[in-house]
């Protein structure tokens, strides 16, 4: 146990490795439903969904170990919503490119993801953003999850005329959400240990109990991963046309991850008074890394997840939190029916109370500079509404350097911003 705690600094960081454990097991319930989520999108581009399943438990081991044990941060990985989502429908089913190149194309970019990372320079670009967009990311990211929350909840649901309304509030799943939420806040109030894991269980245990979810087992043999297993085509992700896949891979996977590094790391209060990331360079390599080994598993980019976020609200500090993430997805290979019956609602009043814990960066704003403030509102906007946290982070960074700039204030615009202003304009209109 000494060695544990010397490796990972548990008794400078103010925690102990049974919080950490908890904080990993909190971590994992919030974005367990990535293991059952991501076969079903990959399998729609005709990829076999058990073999994906298996793909996506082990992609998620290996980006956790490395962060926690490289890295030493904790911050947890799988393979990213929405990267999914794009590679699916947008690569596959959109463009008509077979499943097989589109892996390709992850792989590539996942290679490019660690040259950038071994060369500093996507270390450089994100200590490059202003410390008030910091915020607003963070803040951004938080109203993000709150939609997301409301979303899976079925508090907010699809209206045709407002495209979001207001859904009924008295159906279980609503009020269970709402539990779990009140749950937390009354229990995180009074400082109660793992207060967000018990209103997780404590709202599954009850749908178990009324019927809602039903009990699937404890044990199962798991899927061949051969069908996915290395059937990557990289020479075909070298066609033209699937240049701008991978960097729009790239970018995506780029400022998520950025987003989500400062806010987690923000939210665990790891940043220096400047908000620079402790182990930068290794947690980018740590993710960039994960990325290349999923696409050779079988699965799409990887990425760091902000649900960690649930973990650190209820203690964790290092990165033992990420290793326990990875060993939970190791055996969720083995016990899938146990990690299927948590429901969404389960974890939708976590992910809101974290959402609420986020917000709280928006205090360090300064109001009163318009040039500080309208980035800070344009990211904390975008993000939910694009539902794209590299979106809402691109169109901040855009209008920072315009108002700056017509307000005559360019002292406040690094070369660096200027550069990465340029790039992100020219992703916006050709990519």
């Known amino acids: 146990m000494n060695a544990i705690e010397r490796y990972f600094g548990i008794n400078g960081e103010n925690t102990t490795i049974k919080t950490e454990i908890i904080a990993g097991i909190t971590t994992f319930l919030t974005m367990a439903y990535i293991i059952f989520v991501n076969p079903n999108v990959l399998a729609d581009a005709g990829m076999d ?29 799988a393979p990213g919503m929405g990267l999914n989502a794009f590679f699916t429908y947008g690569v596959v089913l959109g463009m008509g490119y077979a499943w097989q190149t589109a892996l390709g194309a992850v792989f590539l970019s996942g290679c490019i993801f660690v040259l950038l990372s071994l060369f500093k320079i996507r270390e450089a670009i994100i200590n490059a953003i202003p410390t008030s967009l910091k915020n607003g990311v963070v803040a951004g990211i ?98 033209v046309g699937m240049i701008s896949v991978i960097f729009a891979f790239l970018f995506v996977d780029l400022f998520d991850t950025a987003g989500t590094l400062i806010a987690t790391t923000s939210q665990a209060k790891l940043t220096d008074k400047d908000g620079n990331i402790p182990n930068m360079g290794k ?14 598993l079988g699965t799409s980019s990887t990425t760091s997840y902000i649900e960690s976020i ?36 389960a974890t939708a009043g976590a992910i809101f109370y974290v959402a609420v814990l986020m917000m709280g960066t928006l205090k360090d704003i300064n109001w ?31 209008t920072f350097t315009a108002v ?28």
């Open 49 to 77: 969904k058990g073999a994906v399943f298996v793909a996506t438990c082990i992609a998620a081991a290996v980006g956790c170990f490395i962060m926690g044990i490289y890295a030493r941060l904790p911050v947890a990985l």
């Open 142 to 239: 938080g109203a993000f999850l709150a939609f997301i929350a409301l979303q899976s909840a079925g508090i907010i649901v699809n209206h045709d005329a407002t495209l979001v309304g207001l859904g009924d509030m008295t159906s279980f799943g609503s009020v269970m959400a709402s539990l779990g939420f009140v749950v937390i806040i009354g229990l995180s109030y009074k400082r109660v240990p793992g207060a967000v894991t018990i209103g997780i269980l404590l709202v599954a245990l009850i749908s178990l109990l009324m019927g809602y979810t039903q009990f699937t087992g404890i044990i199962s043999s798991p899927p061949s991963i051969a069908p996915t297993l290395m059937q990557l085509d990289i020479a075909g992700a070298f066609d």
């Open 283 to 296: 947690a980018l390599l740590a993710d960039s890394t994960a990325t290349v080994a999923g696409s050779l």
């Open 310 to 345: 649930s973990g650190i609200a209820s203690g964790g500090r290092t990165g033992l939190m990420a290793v326990t993430v990875g060993v939970l997805f190791l055996f969720s290979i083995f016990f899938s029916p146990l990690a299927g019956m948590i429901p969404a609602y």
């Open 368 to 398: 009163s500079d318009l040039t500080e403030a309208a980035p800070v509102v344009v990211v904390l906007l975008f993000t939910p509404l694009t539902y794209s946290i590299a979106d809402g982070i691109a169109l901040g960074f855009i």
């Open 404 to 431: 700056k700039a017509i307000a005559g204030k360019f002292a406040d615009i690094s070369i660096a911003v200027w550069i990465l202003t340029a790039i992100l304009l020219f992703k916006i209109i050709f990519l």
